[in-house]
Structure formats: C-alpha cells, structure tokens
C-alpha cells in the first residue's frame, strides 16, 4: 500500500535533488530515506530514480509518477484544509428539536461526541412528540419519524428504522407471549397518542400479507418515554422504534416478539424550513446521524 510519507519524501528528494538533503527535511537518516524510496519503487514495479554519485536524475516513469504523486498530495492537503476550515465554521447555536424518546435515550450521549469535536459549537435541544411547524418553531433543524407531507420543507433522509413489538420478560412470564398478531389482543396494549390521536391499530405483514390488528390497555400517553418506561417496568407490549428501544434491548430489559410479522418501517428524516438554515452544522450532523443510526441497527437482535 503506498505511504502518504513515502509520496512526500519522493517529491522533497526531487525538489532537493539529494536524498540526504531530503531526509534532513523529514528528520530521517539517509539509510531510511533510500529505504523508503526503494520501497516506492517496489511497490509501482518502476525506477523512479537514476541514481549517480553526483546526481539524482528521474527516469521516464518517474516522471509520469512524480506529476500524479504532486497532484495527489495537493489533493490531500486541499482535504485536509477543508476538513480544518469545516472545524472552524462549525459554531454558533443549533437550534435541534427531536423526539422525546428518541432524544432523552439515544440521541443525547451522541449530541455530547458532537460538542466535544466542535467546541465552538452551542446546542439548544428541544424535545417533544408534537409535529409542529417548523417556519413557526424557535428552532433550525428537526428530526422526524414518519413520511414528510410538505414540499416546502428542506428534508435529509437518515435512515429507515425497524419498528418493533416489544415486552419485559417479568410480562411475558405472567401473560404469556404472542406469536401471532392477533393474540394481541387479548393483551394489554401500552398505547401512543399525538393531539388526542390515539394509535391503537397496529400493522403487521406477514405470509398472508399486510394485517392490522386493533388493539387496547389501560395505559396511554402522549409522551413516547413514558410508553417506554411503562413496557421496561412490564406493565404490557409495546410498538415502538428500534432507536428507542436499543439500550433496552440489548439490556434484555425488553424482549423483541412476532418477528415473523414485521410492523411497517419509519422514516427518518432531519428537517429544515428552508435552505437558508441549512449551515454547515447542520449538515455534519446529518452525516454524523447516519453514520449513528447504521452502527445502531447493525447491533440490535432484529
């Protein structure tokens, strides 16, 4: 594999003309640096160099290469500029609004990463399960479940995220465990609900194709973190995010149940009013959360 080092230490011995005077330049002792010229040159099947006791000359190959190598170590440098200029340009305040559970249990430690890596940035985290609008809303960005219905908006996909039936062991040993969607109903449903909108009709598919199943309990909210407290303290079956859910699950806390009957997928979108709050912070964190919720998924016993 060719070395960033070994391409740098190339181009200073043709600058220079010397190998020793290169090496000075690099804090190597000549020995190393023929070592590492010689290690090039093994590597491209090529002689780079025609070397004399007083001259240093580049064979025609080495011609060819050195014009390729001066591009690409300006190509990294112009990379790393960028990524240092990026550093520089993330501050400010990001206004971020985020679901409650989703916020309080996986996003959080994760906005913590973020402000370590950039100390000039200020987050204003804003948490809550009502959808509102963003033009009216004191914030620059949103996370959201679900499919956007408004063009207006500026949206970045994040991920589509798993939706899982899910209960505490210490339920299951006292109600037993469905095994299919139906057997639902005859347990206590722990319910979710937005503006007196109460989700009680939940969808499966399965060999038989799509199914809903109306289901019912005697608890319910609007605040998604209660729900999931409520499933981990095993007072009934829960259908949430996987995101929500993940510590729990890899916690055993909760137990995943009909995975033969996969709920409908959420979207995930982060979402902003209008191309003007599109900031280079935001746009980190949109490469940061995808990043986030792929390594997330990818540990879950989905």
Not at 59 to 70: D, I, N, S
Not at 170 to 193: E, F, I, K, S, V
Not at 255 to 268: C, G, R, S
């Amino acid at each position: 594999m060719l070395q960033v080092q070994d391409l740098r230490l190339f181009q200073q011995i043709v600058r220079s003309g010397n190998i020793s005077a290169a090496a000075r330049q690099f804090d190597f002792t000549p020995a190393a640096a023929s070592a590492a010229l010689k290690r090039l040159e093994q590597h491209l099947g090529a002689a780079l160099l025609l070397r004399s006791t007083r001259s240093l000359k580049l064979t025609p190959a080495g011609e060819v290469f050195l014009q390729h190598c001066q591009n690409a170590l300006e190509a990294l440098e112009q990379g790393e500029q960028a990524l240092k200029n990026l550093a520089v340009d993330i501050g400010g305040e990001l206004r971020l609004a985020a679901p409650s559970d989703l916020g309080r249990n996986w996003l959080l430690p994760k906005l913590d990463t973020l402000l370590a890596r950039f100390p000039q940035l200020k987050l204003r985290l804003e948490l809550g399960d009502r959808v509102a609008g963003l033009q009216r809303e004191p914030v620059d960005v949103a996370l959201r479940y679900g499919a956007l219905t408004d063009p207006a908006l500026v949206a970045f996909f994040i991920a589509e995220v798993p939706r899982i039936v899910c209960a505490a062991p210490d339920y299951l040993a006292r109600a037993g465990t469905p095994t299919q969607p139906l057997q639902l109903q005859q347990h206590n449903c722990l319910l979710y609900m937005i503006e007196e909108r109460t989700f009680d009709r939940w969808r499966f598919s399965g060999p038989q194709g799509l199914l809903q199943v109306n289901v019912a309990g005697n608890r319910s909210s609007n605040d998604a973190e209660l729900v999931r407290r409520w499933a981990v303290a095993g007072h009934g079956i829960a259908l949430k995010s996987a995101l929500d859910m993940a510590a729990d699950l890899r916690a055993g806390h909760v137990v995943p149940l009909l995975q033969d009957y996969p709920a409908p997928k959420l979207q995930l979108h982060l979402v902003c009013a209008s191309r003007h709050q599109v900031t280079p912070a935001v746009l980190v964190l949109r490469d940061e959360l995808r990043a986030w919720v792929s390594a997330e998924l990818a540990t879950l016993p989905l």
